[in-house]
């Protein structure tokens, strides 16, 4: 199965920061890749969808890039909602995996 | 508003089966392949099975591989997860999820998750 790395596990920022995440895969997935905001409670919304295109509705402070292996997500200018964990999964090939997460928290 | 909403979680012994259902309204339930993802108490996100458009492919994660079964009601809109010989370590809250039809499109709609607690 294909692992997804991502770092930082976990981060602290304030508004307004520049966030990025990265996303490594153990082999090459080519543009297979998808982006995951996730709040307690609640089940995960999609962001970025084929590395770098972002879903319908989503705001434009977030960002996606990279193929291959490595991959970024990136929010702009980080706001108070956006505090929450973040996931890329990968649908190169089954089985689909995720990766472990990245925490973003005051 | 597109809506999935399962159901069948609940408290059950190890070993013991249970069955989820995810009732799907004002999609296009036939033309989409549908998911099962879960997440354990305090852990990531994992992908559990996987079911086409009209249910002729199916493919499971490792860790449920022979013991889960996914299947779908194209006429009642409904995605099903039958869980057998369930282990403490299946304790998770279960979504569904419907895959865009675009190439590497993700999951664009999630159910809200049944909790499925594995406990003596």
């Known amino acids: 199965a294909i692992q997804l790395t991502q770092s930082p596990s976990s981060l602290s920022a304030s508004v307004g920061d520049r966030v990025t995440i990265t996303c490594r895969a153990s082999q090459g997935i080519s543009s297979a890749l998808a982006w995951y905001q996730h709040k307690p409670g609640k089940p995960p919304k999609l962001l970025i969808y084929a590395a770098s295109s972002l879903e319908s509705g989503v705001p434009s402070r977030f960002s996606g890039s990279g193929s291959g292996t490595d991959f970024t997500l990136t929010i702009s200018s980080l706001q108070p909602e956006d505090f929450a964990t973040y996931s890329c999964?990968?649908?190169?090939?089954?089985?689909?995996?995720f990766g472990g997460g990245t925490k973003v928290d005051i | 508003q597109v809506q999935l909403v399962e159901s069948g979680g609940g408290v059950v012994q190890p070993g013991r089966s249970l069955r989820l259902s995810c009732a799907a309204s004002r999609l296009t339930f036939s033309t989409y392949a549908m998911h099962w993802v879960r997440q354990a108490p305090g852990k990531g996100l994992e992908w559990v099975a996987v079911i086409s458009y009209d249910g002729s492919n199916k493919y499971y994660a490792d860790s449920v591989k022979g013991r889960f079964t996914i299947s779908r009601d194209n006429a009642k809109n409904t995605l099903y997860l039958q869980m057998n010989t369930l282990r403490a370590e299946d304790t998770a809250v279960y979504y569904c999820?419907?895959?865009?039809?675009?190439?590497?499109?993700?999951?664009?709609?999630w159910g809200q998750g049944t909790m499925v607690t594995v406990s003596s």
């Open positions: 999820a419907r895959a865009s039809n675009t190439l590497f499109g993700g999951f664009d709609i």
């Open positions: 999964q990968q649908f190169n090939n089954y089985p689909l995996t």
